[in-house]
């Protein structure tokens, strides 16, 4: 084989590409920052079209009362926590492959991790909308901060909601510098490869950076320490989150196995997320030769434990709440199998517990298809889940004389749908605007230049 011929290599399935060359990364990952075609314009207007409806219900209700959301005693956490809960978790499978994996030196996560980085800081932005819209009127938000004012108005620091504040804005804080640092080498890539005010502008965003011996050995020490403060918020953020029901003494939240349930759930519905955000990207962007079976393999697997792992904690809240002998326990475990939202339960289970179960198949775990159709059915579920742990137990707790039932309205439904639009057309910007591939970790992975 000549040095002109592109060398091959094996890839799950059999089937054989062309190793990319460290020329080949960089062209290929520029592309997909050329200007966007008619399909991106496409998707750009449906997602607009949605979150426009979204923030129009918003509006909707703000004007109207809380009472447009059906918010009404026992359930006035509904679905708008729910939803909050929901964004927390996705953003956990960002930090864990960034973060954890870097320092575990895991090299199939090369590929991903910026995509799934993204992925976190706009989880995180959508999940802070909700305590915003929850609050009704979203001005007086601010009282939760504390901060000298002349009413000597201070939170009740006792409150979950306020350590809510603290987890979640040092999450956010933390992922977007550690996403920031790891960006700029990759900005000065395309800085390198621009134009005009193209070039100005990521020349600033480049922090300067050149490539010097001098700034790698900073730029490595940097990453691995904002890699090792981040990893211990892969556990603490959610337990932090799980605390809000698991301090109260309503039955089916007052429980120590909140706190790895909610973990393992986060992780599980967060890599279902990435999957659903980076096959499109592969197929669309012709990513095949950096996204390959192998990274999917991996991913694929670690959603079948942690899917496994729940399963486990579903049986275990089942038995400890039969066991228990706490009437109240019995009374609402019974409830949520046998009444009003029985569906929610069943649809719970089945997407959370079975539909994994595929990825035992081997061909299962590198099908795009199977892969995506099994994500989308772990989100479905993992919504679900935050649903049947808030709404039932509300609506069923210790006095029958405060029973109710929550029914949705186009009100919020039409918001929680607007928020999934937030989330995507944000991401639709980053992709086309900054490297959703590492270019530089990319690189590593591949074979010296002869």
């Not at 950076?209 to 730029?219: K, L, V």
């Not at 210790?398 to 929680?416: C, L, M, N, R």
């Amino acid at each position: 084989m000549t040095d002109a011929e592109p060398r091959r290599r094996p890839i799950a399935g059999g089937a054989h590409v062309a190793e990319p060359t460290f020329a080949d990364v960089n062209r290929d990952v520029l592309a997909t920052l050329q200007p966007p075609g008619n399909l991106y314009f496409a998707w750009m207007s449906v997602v607009g079209l949605i979150l426009a409806c979204g923030i129009l219900a918003w509006t909707y209700q703000i004007w109207f009362g809380m009472g447009a959301a059906g918010k009404r005693t026992p359930q006035m956490w509904a679905m708008y926590i729910t939803t909050f809960v929901f964004w927390i978790g996705i953003g956990h499978a960002g930090t864990l492959i960034s973060a954890v994996l870097y320092l575990f030196r895991a090299r199939w996560r090369t590929s991903i991790y910026r995509a799934a980085e993204a992925m976190t800081i706009f989880a995180v932005l959508t999940a802070g909308l909700f305590p915003l819209i929850h609050a009704g009127r979203m001005w007086f938000a601010y009282f939760l901060l504390p901060y000298p004012n002349q009413r000597d108005l201070w939170p009740n620091f006792k409150s979950p909601l306020v350590w809510d504040v603290f987890a979640i804005s040092t999450y956010l804080s933390i992922s977007t510098v550690f996403f920031i640092v790891g960006l700029v080498p990759d900005i000065a890539a395309v800085r390198d490869a621009s134009t005009g005010w193209r070039r100005r502008v990521f020349a600033m965003l480049s922090l300067g950076w050149e490539g010097s011996d001098r700034q790698w050995r900073h730029y490595r020490r940097a990453y691995g320490l904002f890699a090792a403060l981040a990893t211990p918020l892969v556990l603490s953020v959610h337990s932090v989150v799980s605390w809000d029901f698991a301090m109260a003494l309503v039955p089916g939240w007052h429980s120590t196995l909140f706190a790895p349930f909610f973990v393992d759930g986060a992780i599980f519905s967060g890599f279902a997320m990435v999957l659903v955000l980076v096959l499109p990207m592969r197929h669309f962007f012709q990513l095949h030769a950096y996204i390959r079976d192998r990274h999917l393999d991996a991913m694929a697997k670690l959603i079948l434990v942690t899917g496994l792992v729940l399963t486990y904690f579903y049986v275990c809240e089942l038995f400890t709440s039969w066991y228990s002998g706490d009437h109240f326990e019995k009374a609402s475990l019974f409830w949520r199998l046998t009444g009003t939202y029985w569906w929610a339960l069943a649809t719970m289970y089945f997407c959370n517990c079975v539909s994994p179960l595929i990825l035992f198949w081997r061909k299962a775990r590198t099908s795009p298809v199977i892969l995506y159709v099994v994500s989308i059915l772990v989100l479905i579920g993992m919504w679900f889940e935050r649903f049947n742990i808030i709404v039932p137990s509300l609506g069923h707790d210790f006095y029958p004389a405060t029973w109710g039932i929550y029914v949705p309205t186009i009100t919020d439904s039409t918001i929680i749908v607007g928020s999934f639009a937030w989330f995507f057309i944000l991401f639709l910007g980053f992709i086309k605007l900054l490297p959703s591939l590492s270019i530089v970790e990319v690189k590593e992975t591949l074979s010296a230049p002869v």
